[in-house]
Nanobody, 118 residues
Framework: VQLQASGGGLVQAGGSLRLSCSASGRSFSSYGMGWFRQAPGTERELVAA????????YHIDSVKRRFTISRDNAKNTVYLQMNMLKPEDTAVYYC????????????WGQGTQVTVSS
């Protein structure tokens, strides 16, 4: 699986961005997908995830009611809609894929920079 993330950029606090991650292959609907982020000097953290089978979603507390993960299986794409952005959301954002039923993410995109100015 090859993943290509896009949509990052520079935005003022309170603004919005939508990240997209397109996947190669014909089995996209069978993969769980996640968005991770890593700020300088910090560990990479899972921000949001969406299931393969039931499309159940998970968001970390710090982004709930601001970020929304979704997927379009017809387009082999997963999205992260980010609203009310804060400077602390500044990071490189990565999309990742995992086989259904597994916890470990096996495939990673190249990352897209999100910078939120105050």
């Amino acid at each position: 699986v090859q993943l290509q993330a896009s949509g990052g950029g520079l935005v003022q606090a309170g603004g919005s961005l939508r990240l997209s991650c397109s996947a190669s292959g014909r089995s996209f609907s069978s993969y769980g997908m996640g968005w991770f982020r890593q700020a300088p000097g910090t560990e990479r953290e899972l921000v949001a995830a969406i299931g393969a089978i039931d499309s159940d979603t998970y968001h970390i507390d710090s982004v709930k009611r601001r970020f929304t993960i979704s997927r379009d299986n017809a387009k082999n794409t997963v999205y992260l809609q980010m609203n009310m952005l804060k400077p602390e959301d500044t990071a490189v954002y990565y999309c990742a894929a995992r086989r259904a039923g597994r916890i470990v993410y096996d495939w990673w995109g190249q990352g897209t920079q999100v910078t939120v100015s105050s």
